[in-house]
């Protein structure tokens, strides 16, 4: 089992930036591929950014160029930065892990979630 706990989401004014993390434990952090998704009100679920354990990072569109994942390995931890924030990234976000790159990455279904935090970004 791996027990994601999310935490840094707030309101924000557009233009602005906060910082996620997803706190891991449980298995061994450093084999899982991690990804933050999100899920605006009325809308499905969306991928937003992953990271591979060795590093290799991998983004929606929307969020290119704005937004960066890491991790660290030592304190199984990764993270969520999001720069230049707009209304509509306005989303609860979410944490996932998976040993599969496909799982998380492409299908969207890691195996572990956390319970989300929310972001709300003003215009």
């Known amino acids: 089992q791996v027990q994601l706990v999310e935490s840094g989401g707030g309101l924000v004014e557009a233009g602005g930036s906060l910082r996620l993390s997803c706190a891991a434990s449980?298995?061994?952090?450093?084999?899982?591929?991690m990804g933050w998704f999100r899920q605006a009100a009325g809308k499905e679920r969306e991928f937003v950014a992953a990271?591979?354990?060795?590093?290799?990072?991998y983004y929606a569109d929307s969020v290119k160029g704005r937004f960066t994942i890491s991790r660290d390995n030592a304190n199984d931890t990764v993270y969520l930065q999001m720069n230049s924030l707009k209304p509509e990234d306005t989303a609860v976000y979410y944490c996932g892990a998976d040993r599969n790159y496909r799982s998380l990455v492409v299908v969207g279904a890691p195996g572990y979630w956390g319970q989300g935090t929310q972001v709300t970004v003003s215009s």
């Open positions: 990271i591979s354990w060795g590093g290799g990072t």
């Open positions: 449980g298995r061994t952090f450093s084999s899982y591929y």
